[in-house]
């Protein structure tokens, strides 16, 4: 069966600091995979989306960056957070093609001092 | 930009009560898709429903879909404690690849 892992859980970081999160995906070969962010009592804010290694489209300009190194593997990075990148970053994967159910990371909670 | 709205915002029943959450859209969609999140954890998918259907059934779940109205009901039958949390709807359109977006969500809790 697939699975996917989102680390860390929690992370406290200062202003100005960098930012590294990883997700993989196992149990499947090709996936779509995708960053959100959500805000408190919020929605998703679709952050980036990839279909391919090296593929990476961003929806929202910011200071955030993607990157996908290997098939199942997708980073979340940032050489230097604002104040306003706080929030709880969503991983998930989907089946290549066809708008299918994405399934979901249990988040990473990031809190910017 | 925000494709769904859920609505309500929030919604308090009694356990064994039903519950009804509506969504509603704004351009075509190829589908609309249900999920449910935990407080402080991922999303977990619910059901999909495609743009051809009118009504779909998962255990106590029931939802439907009126393409012409634009707008989709999630139906939780004889709701339990475990019911409580956010529902989101998610709708995936013609023009935007595999991307889905999500609506603002309603947060529901089940009163014991």
């Known amino acids: 069966s697939q699975t996917i892992h989102q680390w860390p859980a929690t992370l406290v970081q200062p202003v100005g600091s960098p930012l590294s999160l990883e997700c993989t995906v196992e149990g499947t070969s090709n996936p779509n995979l995708y960053w959100y962010r959500q805000a408190a009592g919020r929605g998703l804010q679709l952050l980036f989306y990839s279909v391919g290694i090296g593929q990476i489209s961003s929806e929202v300009p910011q200071n955030l960056s993607a990157s996908r190194p290997q098939d199942r593997q997708f980073i979340l990075s940032s050489k230097k957070l604002l104040l306003s990148d706080s929030g709880f970053y969503l991983c998930a994967w989907s089946p290549d093609r066809g708008s299918q159910p994405q399934h979901f990371g249990d988040g990473t909670r990031l809190s910017i001092l | 930009s925000q494709q769904g709205e859920e609505d309500p915002q929030a919604l308090s029943i009694q356990e064994g009560e039903n519950a009804t959450m509506n969504c509603s859209y704004k351009?075509?969609?190829?589908?609309l898709q249900w999920y449910r999140q935990n407080s402080g954890r991922g999303l977990v998918h619910l059901i999909l429903?495609?743009?051809?259907?009118r009504e779909k059934h998962s255990g106590r779940l029931r939802v439907t879909l009126d393409t012409s109205k634009k707008s989709s009901s999630l139906l939780i039958t004889a709701s339990r404690a475990a019911d409580t949390a956010s529902y989101f709807c998610?709708?995936?359109?013609?023009?935007?690849?595999?991307?889905?977006?999500f609506g603002k969500g309603t947060r529901l809790h089940i009163l014991p």
């Open positions: 998610a709708t995936a359109a013609p023009n935007r690849d595999d991307k889905i977006i």
């Open positions: 429903i495609r743009s051809n259907e």
């Open positions: 351009t075509s969609i190829n589908n």
